[in-house]
Nanobody, 123 residues
Framework: QVQLVESGGGLVQAGGSLRLSCVVS????????MGWFRQAPGKEREFVAA????????YYANSMKGRFTISRDNAKNTVYLRMNSLKPEDTAVYYC????????????????WGQGTQVTVSS
């Protein structure tokens, strides 16, 4: 029902910042929860953050609190992930995903996915 396209990844030095964007298209966005996941080589896909279109409520993985901020611009149908104080351990492919449920962190609860955008943090 929804299509997702991520952008904004790239190479950044440790301590730097990036803002990822996810443009969402589809018949309707109401009722959806938008999330960010990441996956590094050899690791499981990891939940980062999620936000509700309707109310703007958000939640984060405990390890992401403080450094990462999720937001959305309803007029632009875009979800953002602001990443500050980046570390080499943040290097991963970052994916945008959509769910019909709020409060979930497992990838199994997100039914639509973007193609991913690579984030590389150098030391």
């Amino acid at each position: 029902q929804v299509q997702l396209v991520e952008s904004g990844g790239g190479l950044v030095q440790a301590g730097g910042s990036l803002r990822l964007s996810c443009v969402v298209s589809g018949r309707t966005l109401r009722g959806y929860v938008m999330g960010w996941f990441r996956q590094a080589p050899g690791k499981e896909r990891e939940f980062v953050a999620a936000i509700s279109w309707s109310g703007g409520g958000s939640y984060y993985a405990n390890s992401m609190k403080g450094r990462f901020t999720i937001s959305r611009d309803n007029a632009k149908n875009t979800v953002y992930l602001r990443m500050n104080s980046l570390k080499p351990e943040d290097t991963a492919v970052y994916y945008c995903a959509a769910s019909t449920m709020y409060g979930k962190t497992s990838h199994e609860h997100f039914g639509s996915w973007g193609q991913g955008t690579q984030v590389t943090v150098s030391s």
